[in-house]
């Protein structure tokens, strides 16, 4: 099941360096996430987006900045990496308006800042 | 904003025993509850979810959980666990009114032995 896909799966990078990570669904959902999972922390959100012009900070917004550029795509960029940012990090969606909507992952991308 | 604590970060079983994998949250006020699995290198799959009616829900694979609104939990079990079910499992709640924020557990890693 592809609905949810994130390019790229895995990344090695240094600090400083500015990289992005990118999101595209096929499920027709308006509501995408970003989190980032760390062990032992669970799954943390960074941001979240309504629609194209809505964009909203999660809890742990600092270091990064996102891309709503279609209602199919929302990226992820880290403007200068820092090795705390090395972590598994998911795109998610929901269908919008729905209480109680469940959120579908895609498979995650794993980024180490060395 | 909520909380959700799954209290037992790893839970050891041996197969075709059975389990519980807490979860408790902080409100009381109208929730939907989730539970989400992570098989290792992969994202999150839904088990199942708690909206509204019975208390009692089943999922896939043979899991099942119960809401307490009393005791604000929602605890998954299995009656027969297999080696497949070796994984990490997530409980999630999302109060519905905030814009279908999900709220995450820091996961409970589930080993089945032989």
């Known amino acids: 099941d592809a609905d949810v896909t994130q390019t790229p799966r895995n990344r090695i990078t240094k600090t400083g360096k500015r990289i992005m990570l990118e999101c595209s669904q096929t499920k027709g959902h308006d509501r995408m996430y970003w989190y980032r999972q760390d062990p032992g922390l669970g799954l943390r959100l960074i941001y979240y987006s309504f629609d194209v012009k809505d964009i909203n900070k999660g809890e742990i917004s600092d270091g990064y900045s996102v891309s709503r550029q279609a209602q199919a795509k929302f990226s992820l960029s880290l403007e200068s990496a820092i090795p705390n940012q090395t972590a598994l990090y998911f795109c998610?969606?929901?269908?919008?308006?729905?209480?109680?909507?469940?959120?579908?992952f895609g498979p995650g991308t794993r980024l180490t800042v060395l | 904003a909520q909380s959700v604590t799954q209290l037992d970060s790893q839970v050891p079983v041996f197969e075709e025993a059975p389990v519980e994998l807490r979860c408790n949250y902080s409100s009381s006020v109208s929730v939907y509850l989730f539970w989400y699995v992570q098989y290792p290198n992969q994202g999150l799959q839904l088990l199942l979810k708690y909206l509204s009616g019975s208390t009692l829900v089943k999922g896939i694979n043979g899991f099942e959980a119960e809401f307490n609104k009393s005791q604000t939990s929602f605890h998954l079990r299995k009656p027969s666990v297999h080696i497949s079910d070796t994984a990490e499992y997530f409980c999630a709640v999302s109060d519905g009114d905030n814009f279908n924020k999900f709220y995450f557990g820091s996961g409970t890693k589930l080993n089945v032995k032989p």
């Open positions: 998610a969606t929901s269908d919008i308006g729905q209480g109680g909507s469940e959120q579908f």
